[in-house]
């Protein structure tokens, strides 16, 4: 009897909760999908660096866990309350408590099986779909052949079953201590609104709008763990702490009988919505944190893909690059290796000289965005205590300036098909990141370049801004091209060697290469990493840093690509899920409600408002109740977002508005935000049939 009357009980109740239901399929599958990046064996095969990818996912698939073991608790305590009164009839009745606590598990167990097996059936789909999309981006060809993997289905039941089994055991344990006054009068306890301290509380608005607009200014100096946690901290406060304010400064303007709550039907919103917020302060509070992490994580993800799509492809520009601290090298074992393995166009073997001075560097650091004041003094001088220990300890340029000869640089653009450069004996020319263009024009002015005899001084020729691999193989960021006269004045710094293949590169061409280095020489992924020894640099990239010894480029393009992904995919993963999560309370909310308000619409409709009118006030309902807390939302994380865009586009040179990034996502946010909008007001209307 128990069971049919939970399988009534969860077909009646169906309608109310449908938005949970879809967003707890929409979890599911979406858990099914990530949750395989643990076991496809092919894809964690392909590169050293593959944990990367399953440690991140892990990392956010624990944080959705928690978020929908939340959500759960949440919907599992939400509808006890709006039952209590029937589970108290059943209580007068003569049920006992323990029937009645087993009868509330089946209906949820059902409810969570109803969303769990079309979810999966979503989810082996979408699997295929996100693995088509990784394997594309890694130049791997993949076919469609959607089956059910025993190990993912488990561990997506795993812990699917134990956010519900845990919500349903604090859930039975709250009711072991309700008694059939209790279960009465549950419903009502969220209803009142207790009215305290209101003008003391309103004065929280305003000082949480001031804080939100100090993080425009404070974030940018945050340099420490401890600054960051601390600013953290205090930004969750406020959140909560908005919420106080806004219930209590509305309540006082209703109060004090403004003009405002007079115009339409304002008293009735501004009422209806500061009861709402006043008795959902954690709550909207929790799902503007939420919306934050949401619009945080899909606008990180927006930055690498854009950063994937513009620059990567472009960034070594020859198949095989090869450095070697060592003058007089050849690259013998090198050579062996490409051609055993590949069939070479042309190479060039060549070296990279200094003139022992660090003006170009000392310029770098003083004068680029990437280094602001940091190597500054008070009065503008470089502060070359700190540049002379930076330059021997971190290697984003070598220890001194880095040279190339005309005619090597030449043959090196004739390689790449860039057009040939010339330089008369009295001139030099710079070649510079793309990025950084912008910035070197005034460059020329801080260097004093002298000529083979060292009598006259050269001039700057042109500065230019072609890719040229200047990670750490033709300088880091910029190298100077001087006349052959003059490079023969100066000593050899590091040798290298630049390879154009004919045909498609082998995969494994960069590990045979990086083989050849000692195993004490490699850094975690395997490669033969940059030795940074004083005649090595990486350059001032700081987003996204990739120098290695070898350099084979269609092998490091789909590595990055991966990496990339690593971030990608569980920052899209993790702020889909806490979006749906938190759209799912705001529309059962709403919906579950919409009893309560279907009285208060009928007297509307009495006093004389036309449907039209009533449809309209509803939609404006709803949409204060949507909107604050995404708005509030957008706030904090467009003040922040827009500074770490400012920080990205510098540090990659990627070529985009500040605000492109954190649009993307706001457009996306609310194409789902209305889809859920949407679905609330159309069952909000039919819940409360307003008749003339």
Same mark, same amino acid.
Request: overall charge positive; proline content about 2%.
């Given at each position: 009897?128990?069971?049919?009357?939970?399988?009534?009980?969860?077909?009646?109740?169906?309608?109310?909760?449908?938005?949970?239901?879809?967003?707890?399929?929409? %979890?599911?599958?979406?858990?099914?999908?990530? *949750? #395989?990046? @643990?076991?496809?064996?092919? $894809?964690? =095969?392909?590169?050293?660096? +593959?944990?990367?990818?399953?440690?991140?996912?892990?990392?956010?698939?624990?944080?959705?866990?928690?978020?929908?073991?939340?959500?759960?608790?949440?919907? %599992?305590?939400?509808?006890?309350?709006?039952? *209590? #009164?029937? @589970?108290?009839?059943?209580? $007068?009745? =003569?049920?006992?408590?323990? +029937?009645?606590?087993?009868?509330?598990?089946?209906?949820?167990?059902?409810?969570?099986?109803?969303?769990?097996?079309?979810?999966?059936?979503?989810?082996?789909?979408?699997?295929?779909?996100?693995?088509?999309?990784?394997?594309?981006?890694?130049?791997?060809?993949?076919?469609?052949?959607?089956?059910?993997?025993?190990?993912?289905?488990?561990?997506?039941?795993?812990?699917?079953?134990?956010?519900?089994?845990?919500?349903?055991?604090?859930?039975?344990?709250?009711?072991?201590?309700?008694?059939?006054?209790?279960?009465?009068?549950?419903?009502?306890?969220?209803?009142?609104?207790?009215?305290?301290?209101?003008?003391?509380?309103?004065?929280?608005?305003?000082?949480?709008?001031?804080?939100?607009?100090?993080?425009?200014?404070?974030?940018?100096?945050?340099?420490?763990?401890?600054?960051?946690?601390?600013?953290?901290?205090?930004?969750?406060?406020?959140?909560?702490?908005?919420?106080?304010?806004?219930?209590?400064?509305?309540?006082?303007?209703?109060?004090?009988?403004?003009?405002?709550?007079?115009?339409?039907?304002?008293?009735?919103?501004?009422?209806?919505?500061?009861?709402?917020?006043?008795?959902?302060?954690?709550?909207?509070?929790?799902?503007?944190?939420?919306?934050?992490?949401?619009?945080?994580?899909?606008?990180?993800?927006?930055?690498?893909?854009?950063?994937?799509?513009?620059?990567?492809?472009?960034?070594?520009?020859?198949?095989?690059?090869?450095?070697?601290?060592?003058?007089?090298?050849?690259?013998?074992?090198?050579?062996?290796?490409?051609?055993?393995?590949?069939?070479?166009?042309?190479?060039?073997?060549?070296?990279?000289?200094?003139?022992?001075?660090?003006?170009?560097?000392?310029?770098?650091?003083?004068?680029?965005?990437?280094?602001?004041?940091?190597?500054?003094?008070?009065?503008?001088?470089?502060?070359?205590?700190?540049?002379?220990?930076?330059?021997?300890?971190?290697?984003?340029?070598?220890?001194?300036?880095?040279?190339?000869?005309?005619?090597?640089?030449?043959?090196?653009?004739?390689?790449?098909?860039?057009?040939?450069?010339?330089?008369?004996?009295?001139?030099?020319?710079?070649?510079?990141?793309?990025?950084?263009?912008?910035?070197?024009?005034?460059?020329?002015?801080?260097?004093?370049?002298?000529?083979?005899?060292?009598?006259?001084?050269?001039?700057?020729?042109?500065?230019?801004?072609?890719?040229?691999?200047?990670?750490?193989?033709?300088?880091?960021?910029?190298?100077?091209?001087?006349?052959?006269?003059?490079?023969?004045?100066?000593?050899?710094?590091?040798?290298?060697?630049?390879?154009?293949?004919?045909?498609?590169?082998?995969?494994?061409?960069?590990?045979?290469?990086?083989?050849?280095?000692?195993?004490?020489?490699?850094?975690?992924?395997?490669?033969?990493?940059?030795?940074?020894?004083?005649?090595?640099?990486?350059?001032?990239?700081?987003?996204?840093?990739?120098?290695?010894?070898?350099?084979?480029?269609?092998?490091?393009?789909?590595?990055?690509?991966?990496?990339?992904?690593?971030?990608?995919?569980?920052?899209?993963?993790?702020?889909?899920?806490?979006?749906?999560?938190?759209?799912?309370?705001?529309?059962?909310?709403?919906?579950?409600?919409?009893?309560?308000?279907?009285?208060?619409?009928?007297?509307?409709?009495?006093?004389?408002?036309?449907?039209?009118?009533?449809?309209?006030?509803?939609?404006?309902?709803?949409?204060?109740?949507?909107?604050?807390?995404?708005?509030?939302?957008?706030?904090?994380?467009?003040?922040?977002?827009?500074?770490?865009?400012?920080?990205?586009?510098?540090?990659?040179?990627?070529?985009?508005?500040?605000?492109?990034?954190?649009?993307?996502?706001?457009?996306?946010?609310?194409?789902?935000?209305?889809?859920?909008?949407?679905?609330?007001?159309?069952?909000?209307?039919?819940?409360?049939?307003?008749?003339?």
């Amino acid at each position: 009897m128990y069971s049919k009357l939970a399988f009534r009980n969860v077909l009646r109740s169906a309608k109310d909760y449908l938005v949970y239901m879809f967003t707890m399929a929409v %979890v599911t599958a979406l858990m099914y999908a990530f *949750s #395989s990046l @643990f076991f496809d064996n092919e $894809l964690t =095969g392909l590169f050293e660096i +593959a944990r990367m990818m399953q440690m991140m996912t892990g990392m956010a698939t624990f944080l959705i866990v928690l978020i929908v073991a939340w959500l759960i608790n949440y919907m %599992v305590r939400f509808m006890l309350e709006k039952r *209590s #009164s029937e @589970f108290g009839i059943y209580m $007068l009745l =003569g049920m006992k408590k323990k +029937a009645i606590a087993r009868l509330y598990m089946r209906e949820n167990i059902l409810l969570g099986v109803f969303a769990f097996l079309p979810g999966i059936a979503v989810g082996i789909l979408l699997q295929q779909v996100l693995m088509a999309i990784l394997k594309n981006m890694l130049h791997v060809e993949y076919r469609f052949h959607p089956t059910l993997n025993k190990y993912t289905f488990l561990i997506t039941l795993l812990f699917y079953a134990g956010s519900y089994l845990l919500a349903l055991f604090r859930c039975k344990r709250r009711f072991k201590k309700m008694n059939i006054h209790d279960l009465m009068n549950a419903k009502r306890q969220n209803e009142e609104t207790k009215e305290s301290h209101e003008g003391i509380k309103r004065v929280m608005f305003p000082i949480s709008i001031a804080v939100i607009v100090a993080i425009w200014t404070i974030f940018p100096r945050l340099s420490s763990v401890g600054a960051v946690c601390t600013f953290l901290i205090a930004l969750v406060l406020v959140i909560y702490l908005f919420y106080v304010g806004l219930s209590a400064w509305i309540m006082c303007y209703v109060r004090e009988k403004k003009k405002g709550i007079y115009r339409g039907q304002n008293l009735f919103l501004l009422r209806q919505f500061s009861s709402k917020v006043r008795t959902m302060q954690f709550t909207m509070g929790t799902l503007t944190a939420l919306f934050t992490i949401a619009l945080m994580g899909s606008s990180v993800a927006m930055m690498f893909s854009d950063y994937e799509n513009k620059i990567l492809d472009t960034k070594w520009p020859f198949d095989v690059q090869i450095y070697s601290p060592n003058v007089e090298d050849e690259f013998q074992d090198d050579l062996e290796i490409l051609i055993k393995n590949t069939e070479i166009k042309d190479s060039y073997i060549y070296r990279v000289y200094t003139n022992q001075t660090n003006q170009a560097n000392v310029w770098m650091y003083t004068n680029l965005q990437a280094f602001g004041n940091m190597y500054r003094e008070k009065d503008g001088r470089p502060n070359m205590k700190k540049i002379e220990k930076v330059l021997k300890t971190e290697g984003v340029y070598c220890t001194y300036d880095t040279y190339m000869g005309l005619s090597d640089y030449n043959y090196l653009r004739k390689m790449l098909g860039y057009k040939q450069i010339t330089l008369t004996e009295r001139q030099y020319a710079i070649q510079i990141k793309e990025r950084l263009s912008a910035e070197v024009g005034e460059m020329p002015k801080g260097l004093k370049i002298t000529d083979a005899t060292g009598d006259k001084e050269l001039i700057c020729g042109d500065i230019y801004e072609e890719p040229f691999s200047q990670d750490g193989h033709n300088g880091g960021d910029y190298i100077l091209i001087v006349p052959d006269k003059v490079i023969q004045t100066m000593k050899p710094y590091y040798s290298e060697m630049a390879v154009d293949l004919k045909g498609k590169t082998p995969a494994g061409l960069m590990k045979e290469l990086d083989d050849l280095v000692p195993k004490e020489e490699q850094d975690f992924a395997g490669h033969a990493d940059l030795p940074l020894d004083g005649n090595s640099c990486s350059g001032s990239d700081n987003i996204v840093n990739y120098s290695e010894t070898n350099l084979v480029r269609d092998n490091a393009i789909p590595e990055v690509k991966y990496m990339l992904a690593s971030l990608i995919v569980p920052a899209f993963y993790m702020g889909l899920v806490f979006l749906c999560a938190a759209l799912t309370v705001l529309s059962v909310q709403q919906l579950s409600d919409s009893a309560k308000y279907k009285f208060r619409y009928d007297v509307l409709a009495k006093i004389g408002l036309e449907r039209s009118e009533i449809y309209h006030l509803i939609a404006r309902q709803l949409a204060a109740y949507y909107l604050c807390p995404a708005l509030f939302a957008m706030l904090i994380s467009g003040s922040i977002m827009v500074r770490v865009s400012k920080i990205f586009i510098i540090g990659t040179g990627v070529h985009t508005s500040v605000l492109q990034y954190f649009g993307i996502s706001v457009l996306l946010f609310f194409g789902i935000y209305m889809i859920y909008f949407m679905e609330t007001y159309v069952g909000f209307k039919r819940n409360i049939e307003i008749k003339k």
